[in-house]
């Protein structure tokens, strides 16, 4: 199978540790196509393990700098951990680190942290898609923690973050802030809310209302607790990162966990799905058949459900 020996290459010698073909690894998912598929098949059977930390805020919210101390506190304890920073407004990125996520570079000698940026790259899924399979290359490569930030709160990003095993929603005090997390669906995704930057003006009164909005919030068993944080000097960071692993922890014990799990993969299974019939339909609309029903539509021999009928039945055929 064409691209077979070069999955198997890089993917055998990503999981040997090499850090190149592991960077080279998520470029070819992030692409999508035969070898990311062919990728997909061989990384897909070796997960499982990886425990997935999505953190996204609106921009300047201080999330860079907050994954930027995470990554310490988890090499503190020496643990291994990834980061994807996630950029759908950028259609390249070549896996540089964008923007202010540079600090993050200090950790890049670091043989137990490896970090990545992921953009928009023409995968047909995009990047709700290829995130996921990127997770999943990191989870075979042997890496227990993967964080994935995001640059904003787009539809996207939502998507993006919400996908995983933990999420952080990331404001800041001051007016509107809060107000702004919930219009844009943020206390929805929300396990874990964090107001950094707590050493400004109007920290308190930004958690009281993040708390008021929870008290007239619908949640099950979990209450997403609300950590005050100063990235900057790392104040608080301890104190999320014990969040985590207490929202870990209950999963586990619960189960919920492997639901939220399988649940995510069954969302991943009906966009493809989507994607590929949308796909089909596509290419039906420049054959010589769509034209013939389009023109019968235009003609009113057939109605738009009709006409509609006829080229689903192509999608079968």
Avoid: C
């Avoid at 607790?225 to 969040?243: D, K, M, N, R, Y």
């Amino acid at each position: 199978m064409p691209g077979r020996v070069d999955a198997e290459q890089l993917v055998k010698a990503a999981l040997e540790g090499d850090r190149s073909s592991l960077a080279r690894l998520i470029s070819v998912v992030e692409r999508g196509g035969p070898l990311a598929r062919a990728v997909g098949r061989l990384t897909y059977p070796r997960g499982g393990r990886a425990y997935s930390v999505g953190i996204t805020g609106a921009p300047g919210s201080g999330k860079s700098t907050l994954t930027d101390r995470l990554i310490a506190e988890v090499r503190g304890q020496g643990g291994q951990v990834a980061v994807l920073a996630v950029d759908p407004s950028s259609p390249f990125s070549g896996g540089a680190i964008l923007g202010d996520r540079v600090r993050m570079q200090d950790h890049a000698v670091d043989p137990g942290v490896f970090i990545r940026s992921m953009a928009t790259r023409g995968h047909m899924g995009g990047l709700a898609l290829a995130v996921p399979e990127a997770i999943r290359v990191l989870d075979a490569a042997g890496m227990p923690i993967v964080l994935v930030e995001t640059v904003g709160v787009g539809q996207v990003e939502i998507e993006v973050a919400g996908a995983t095993d933990t999420t952080v929603v990331v404001v800041n005090p001051g007016w509107g802030d809060a107000v702004q997390a919930n219009k844009a669906g943020l206390l929805e995704i929300a396990d874990i809310l964090v107001i950094n930057k707590a050493d400004r003006p109007g920290a308190r009164e930004t958690h009281r209302d993040l708390a008021l909005m929870l008290e007239l919030s619908t949640f099950g068993d979990w209450r997403p607790p609300i950590v005050e944080t100063v990235a900057s000097t790392g104040q608080g960071v301890a104190e999320l990162w014990g969040e985590l692993g207490r929202h870990r922890a209950f999963q586990e014990e619960r189960g919920a966990l492997d639901r939220r799990r399988a649940k995510r993969l069954e969302d991943e299974l009906r966009t493809i799905v989507t994607r590929r019939l949308e796909q089909r339909a596509d290419s039906l609309s420049t054959s010589a058949s769509y034209d013939s029903v389009r023109s019968a539509m235009i003609e009113r021999q057939l109605d738009p459900y009709q006409a509609a009928d006829e080229i689903v039945d192509g999608l079968a055929r």
